[in-house]
C-alpha cells in the first residue's frame, strides 16, 4: 500500500514532526552499571531518527522505581550525562525524542530495591506479575513480583518529587519533553485500577480519587518542565498487564482524559490492551468515547500496522500512530513503509538484556 496520512507533518508543540510515525517507549534493558545508557543506545535510537517522535524506553525517576535490571533511570547526575550521548546522537540524526518517566510500584522485588526493602504500592496487593533481577552473585532472572508495602499518605509528595525531579534531569539531558507512564499495571496505573488501589484516603475509592495521584505527578511535571506542549502521558484503559484490572474503565480513564483537556498537554498516548494478544471486548467503543472526550492530539499504540495507522489517521482516531515490535526489527521503518517494504521479522529472543545483537544489527533495506 501506499502511505500518505503517516507522512503528513504536525506540530507538536514547538516541535515540528515531519511524519506520523511514532517510536513507541520499550524496554529493553541494555544499561551501564549504575543503569546509565551509554554509547550502544545512542546508536540505537538514532537509527530509528526517521520517526516523527521518539519516546524513550521507560526509566526509572528514582531507585524504588525499577522492576528490571539493567533498565535505565533519570534519577542520578550520570545517568542524566549517559543520557545526553542518546539525545545528542538522535538530534545530530535529525530526530526529536521524549523521555518516558517511570515507577513501576509493585513490579519489583526486594533485590531491585535500595536496602532490600519491600517494594512500594497504592496498596499491599500483591501482582501475579513478573519482574527481573540479578542475585548477589551476579546470576539474573525473571522473578514472581514481591508483596508490597502500602505507601503512606504523608509519603505520596515524596513520589510526585520524584517524577518531577526526573523530568527535570530528562530536560537537563535534552529531551525535548517527557512522558508520564501511566500505563500497563505500573504504579500510577495501580493508583487507577479499582483492583490494585483499596485506599481508603481520599487517593482511593471513586474514580476523581483514583485519578489524584496521576493528575498531581502530570502538574508536578508541567510545572518543572515549564511547558505543559513538552509534556505526554500514556495510558493503558482495559489493560491487564502486569495484573491490574479496573471494575468501569470507561468511568475512570473518561474522569482522568477529561481532566487531561485543561492541561494543554502535548499529547494523550494510548496504548491497546491487546498489544500482547487477547481479545478486549468493548475496547474500540472505550477509544471511540476517550477521542471524543480528549481534545488534543492523541497517539495510538499497540499491534499497529501501515493499514492501520492510516486508517486511524483517516478516521479522525488518532493523530499520531506509535509503533513498538515494528520499531525494533526496522531502524529505517519509515522507509519501508514509503517503499511498501518487507519487514524484518522481530528476534524474540534478544528483546531484553545483552548487548548489540537484536539491538542496533537490524539491517536497513539497501
Ligand atoms: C516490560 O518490561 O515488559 C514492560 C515495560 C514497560 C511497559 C510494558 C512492558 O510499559
Redesign the pocket.
Known amino acids: 500500500m501506499t502511505i500518505k496520512h503517516l507522512l503528513t507533518p504536525l506540530q507538536l508543540g514547538a516541535l515540528s514532526l515531519p511524519n506520523r510515525l511514532v517510536m513507541a ?1 520499550l ?1 529493553r534493558q541494555r544499561s551501564l552499571p549504575g543503569n546509565v545508557p551509554g554509547e550502544l543506545n545512542a546508536s540505537y535510537y538514532a537509527q530509528r531518527a526517521n520517526a516523527g517522535l521518539i519516546i524513550s524506553e ?1 526509566s526509572q525517576v528514582c531507585p524504588e522505581g525499577q522492576g ?1 535490571a539493567w ?1 535505565p533511570g533519570i534519577h542520578s547526575d550520570a545517568q542524566v550525562a549517559g543520557w545526553q550521548q542518546v539525545t545528542q546522537a538522535v538530534h545530530q540524526a535529525g530526530g526529536r525524542i521524549f523521555l518516558q518517566l ?1 515507577h513501576v510500584g509493585r513490579i519489583s522485588h526486594p533485590l531491585l530495591q535500595p536496602h532490600g526493602a519491600d517494594p512500594v504500592a497504592p496498596s499491599a496487593i500483591q501482582a501475579k506479575a513478573e519482574c527481573y533481577v540479578v542475585e548477589a552473585d551476579g546470576s539474573h532472572h525473571k522473578a514472581a513480583t514481591a508483596m508490597p508495602r502500602a505507601l503512606e499518605l504523608n509519603e505520596l509528595p515524596d513520589v510526585v518529587a520524584a517524577y518531577a525531579h526526573g523530568s527535570a534531569n530528562a530536560i537537563k539531558a535534552g529531551f525535548d519533553g517527557v512522558e508520564v ?1 501511566a ?2 499495571g ?1 504504579l500510577l496505573d495501580q493508583f487507577l485500577c479499582s483492583d490494585s488501589n483499596q485506599r481508603s484516603d481520599t487517593y482511593g475509592g471513586s474514580a476523581e480519587n483514583r485519578a489524584r495521584m496521576v493528575l498531581q505527578v502530570v502538574d508536578a511535571t508541567v510545572a518543572t518542565v515549564g511547558d505543559s506542549r513538552k509534556v505526554g502521558i500514556r495510558i493503558s484503559p482495559m489493560g491487564t ?1 502486569g495484573d491490574v484490572n479496573d471494575a468501569n474503565p470507561l468511568e475512570t480513564f473518561s474522569y482522568l482524559v477529561a481532566q487531561l483537556n485543561s492541561r494543554n498537554l502535548a499529547y494523550l498516548h494510548v ?1 491497546r490492551p491487546d498489544w500482547l494478544g487477547g481479545t478486549f471486548e468493548g475496547f474500540d467503543e472505550l477509544l471511540r468515547a476517550l477521542r471524543d472526550i480528549y481534545t488534543g492530539t492523541l497517539i495510538i499504540a499497540g499491534g499497529q500496522t501501515a493499514e492501520s495507522g492510516e486508517q486511524a489517521i483517516s478516521e479522525g482516531l488518532a493523530d499520531l500512530v506509535a509503533y513498538g515490535r515494528p520499531y525494533i526489527a526496522n531502524p529505517d521503518l519509515l522507509a519501508r513503509f514509503q517503499a511498501g517494504a518487507e519487514l524484518n521479522p522481530l528476534d524474540g529472543n534478544t528483546l ?1 538484556g545483552g548487548g548489540a545483537e537484536g539491538y542496533t544489527d537490524y539491517p536497513s533495506m539497501g
Open positions: 517507549p524496554t521507560a528490571y533498565s517511570w507512564h500505563a500497563n505500573y498487564f496504548n531484553y
